[in-house]
């Protein structure tokens, strides 16, 4: 059962809190009557909600809207620093969880802010401040870190037997045997509730699995592997993509 975490209560428009975490914390079950901007200055976290996963690397941030029950897990010692914010005050943001993009400016921002503990619009300096994260909030991109779950049980079997063991090399029609579909059921089943084909939705799994693996501080080529890449330049060609760079010097910088 979610527990509510009470954040409201102060005047102010944005509350801050900053935190370190060691590997493998979880954050148990809970929600917010604030809206929460989660950004981990180092290391990387695993958001859950009921049906869907996001990765939080490193530069990104983590969109949580009030009421939305939430876990959060640490990959390797994370530096988290998170803004509260109250009720319509982000506009612009979805009303369902998102990784955003971090760019320099935001996130000297969000640690200005986290310095400062609370924002309140009666002081003219914290309302401009406000003003200048609320501006940069309508500008970020939304990047594709989020693994939804099927909710069909045939597809949720085939799908949780992979989450268990994301290098299992076995084929879909291999992984549907006996499961009650064929595989093209279960094919057409992930694209009705995950918007994606099979083989997409693997490789996010994939990709989210090794980043927390690199999170921890494994080796590239043993997250690679771990994950199911055949290869650890299949891996690096896959992360570059999505993160604009490849793994080393995401991680390094």
């Known amino acids: 059962m979610a527990i509510l975490d009470r954040i409201s209560g102060s005047d102010a428009a944005i509350l801050t809190l900053s935190r370190g975490y060691h590997p493998g914390h979880v954050i148990p079950l809970h929600f917010h009557d604030r809206d929460q901007l989660v950004f981990a200055s180092h290391g990387v976290m695993t958001v859950r909600t009921g049906e869907d996963t996001w990765v939080v690397p490193a530069h990104r941030a983590v969109w949580i809207p009030r009421k939305a029950a939430h876990t959060i897990t640490m990959s390797g010692q994370v530096a988290m620093r998170t803004l509260y914010l109250r009720q319509g005050l982000a506009r ?15 996130r000297e921002l969000i640690l200005h802010a ?17 003003d ?4 940069q909030l309508c500008v970020i991109d939304v990047v594709p870190l989020q693994l939804p779950l099927p909710r069909d049980p045939r597809a949720l079997r085939v799908a949780e037997v992979l989450v268990a063991n994301p290098s299992d090399q076995r084929t879909l ?8 579909a064929s595989r093209r059921t279960i094919e057409r089943l992930f694209v009705d509730s995950t918007g994606m084909t099979f083989g997409r939705w693997r490789q996010q799994l994939r ?3 090794a980043m927390r693996l690199l999170g921890a501080g494994a080796p590239v080529t043993q997250a690679a592997l771990d994950a199911g890449y055949s290869t650890p330049s299949a891996f690096i060609a896959a ?3 999505t993160q604009g760079a490849t793994p080393s010097l995401y991680f390094k910088r």
């Open 239 to 241: 992360f570059r993509k």
């Open 92 to 106: 612009s943001l979805p009303r369902k969880c998102c990784v955003i993009n971090v760019p320099a400016l935001l």
């Open 114 to 130: 986290c310095a400062c503990g609370a924002l309140r619009r009666c002081i003219p300096w914290h309302s401009h401040l406000i």
């Open 173 to 180: 029609a291999q992984l549907s045997s006996g499961n009650g």
């Open 132 to 135: 200048v994260i609320l501006d």
């Open 207 to 209: 990709l989210m699995h």
